[in-house]
């Protein structure tokens, strides 16, 4: 029985250059067996060059790898145990689905009646033992992208890599293949580590997020964390949209230009401060409502921007030259032009360690 506690994969002290450009800089990083783990960040963050790293496709300068206490860091990809699933998939289209599947088996020369038997059991688990004979071609994305998976897992690895491969499917399908790949993935109680720059893959799929930041590790933690408590301006952005408060803490709250707003917190931040809210935590009352009450904080502004969503309303509150507040509420806001009240709860308040932008 395997302990869900133990460090099955652990990154230190890892190193990436290209062209004497360091691409990649992780202290450490650990990731515990039978987790889903999402490497989240932007177009160019280091987080695919670190998947690559762990598969055993791009050779680091410094630093090591360690599988179940094994060092990898120099051991072939073939040699370490793990299955890969690429963004394009990467099918024979010459081949059948089943021989497709079947491939890695091949390569590992398993005997032919326990490859036919690992091949059913892959294609049955991701629910395609009906098309087994087909082409790549006469399948939807979403059906290529299971027989990618079930590829991977005949080998039966104890960790599956995913390189953004969700990426080529439709909105609709992407949800869908979600749930799919989290049920499949609890139900074996595999090990994955997932590649994404969709913030919302990141937060539906995992039991932790790495947020990576110019090949460096910004912030570590559960979906949980990572949205309510972000460390910097960085994250709150990027996972989410949120509100940057930037000015001089006081007494009374926080300048920003001239303009005062107040925070609603009990021991106000002194001096350079930059704090984050999360629009949905807004609201917004037609007039200047008093401001000041315990606990609640607020700005006086103008309706700049309106729009309806579908399940909600999207709101912008220009409260001086340099700020503007988002809101996001069920009810329809005032109309554009009217001056307004955008208020919240001191709790909402999310203090960033990078006070003052720096």
């Not at 930059?274 to 807004?282: H, I, Y």
Request: glycine share 12%.
């Amino acid at each position: 029985m395997t302990d869900p506690t133990s460090e099955h994969i652990v990154v230190e002290s890892l190193t990436t250059a290209y062209g004497g450009t360091r691409v990649l800089d992780v202290d450490r990083m650990a990731i515990h067996r039978g987790q889903f783990l999402s490497i989240l960040g932007p177009s160019g963050c280091g987080k695919t060059t670190l998947l690559h790293a762990l598969a055993g496709f791009v050779e680091p300068d410094g630093g090591s790898i360690t599988i179940d206490d094994r060092d990898v860091t120099a051991v072939p990809p073939h040699r370490r145990g793990l299955g890969m699933v690429f963004q394009n998939y990467a099918l024979f289209p010459h081949m059948s689905v089943a021989d497709n599947v079947a491939y890695g088996l091949r390569a590992r020369r398993t005997p032919r009646p326990e490859r036919d038997r690992r091949v059913a059991e892959a294609l049955d688990l991701v629910g395609l033992a009906e098309f087994a004979r087909r082409r790549p071609r006469q399948l939807s994305g979403g059906q290529q992208q299971r027989v990618a998976v079930a590829r991977a897992l005949a080998t039966r690895p104890e960790v599956l890599l995913l390189d953004e491969p969700l990426s080529n499917l439709d909105a609709q399908l992407r949800r869908e293949m979600r749930v799919d790949l989290r049920a499949l993935q609890q139900r074996l109680g595999i090990t994955m580590v997932f590649v994404t720059h969709d913030q919302e893959e990141a937060m539906s799929l995992s039991d932790r997020i790495v947020v990576l930041n110019g090949g460096r590790i910004e912030q570590e933690g559960t979906p949980q964390e990572i949205y309510s408590a972000p460390v910097s301006r960085f994250v709150a952005e990027f996972v989410g949209a949120a509100n940057i408060i930037e000015g001089v803490g006081g007494a009374d709250g926080v300048d920003v230009d001239g303009v005062l707003v107040r925070t609603g917190l009990d021991e106000a931040p002194s001096g350079p401060v930059s704090l984050a809210l999360r629009p949905e935590r807004v609201r917004v009352s037609g007039g200047e409502e008093p401001l000041g009450a315990a606990g609640r904080g607020g700005v006086h502004g103008e309706v700049v921007h309106r729009a309806f969503l579908g399940d909600g309303w999207e709101t912008r509150v220009r409260v001086g030259e340099s700020l503007s507040l988002g809101a996001r509420t069920d009810a329809e806001p005032p109309p554009l032009g009217a001056r307004v009240t955008a208020h919240w709860d001191a709790a909402s308040v999310i203090a960033l360690r990078d006070a003052g932008g720096a």
